[in-house]
């Protein structure tokens, strides 16, 4: 059974940046793609970023050119390194992985905050 547990959030100012991670655990042979979450204060949950098995990357339009997802094999970890980062981006942010028989499963979440 995949867990995935996030880390790296915490509290930034305007334009500043932040480096997310996510480790996955257990049965990672069946990872088909990850992604990274956001949900905003006000509940409105969308999908930020996905990095496909086969190296696709594709992005939200509101963080493109923004934020960048990557990954380390050998650790069985990805990463959201976000840049120029906005009160509006402010979230909490969950990774998660769509496995090859469809299912998703997503951590536990991580906040960040963007705030003078």
């Known amino acids: 059974q995949v867990q995935l547990v996030e880390s790296g959030g915490g509290l930034v100012q305007p334009g500043g940046s932040l480096r997310l991670s996510c480790t996955a655990s257990?049965?990672?042979?069946?990872?088909?793609?990850m992604d990274w979450y956001r949900q905003t204060p006000a509940a409105v949950r969308e999908l930020v970023a996905r990095?496909?098995?086969?190296?696709?990357?594709t992005y939200a339009d509101a963080v493109k050119g923004r934020f960048t997802i990557s990954r380390n094999n050998a650790r069985n970890m990805w990463f959201l390194q976000m840049n120029n980062l906005k009160p509006e981006d402010m979230a909490v942010y969950y990774c998660?992985?769509?496995?090859?028989?469809?299912?998703?499963?997503r951590g536990q979440g991580t906040q960040v905050t963007v705030s003078s």
């Open positions: 990095l496909s098995i086969d190296g696709t990357t």
């Open positions: 998660g992985a769509v496995l090859r028989d469809s299912r998703n499963v």
């Open positions: 257990g049965g990672v042979a069946s990872i088909y793609a």
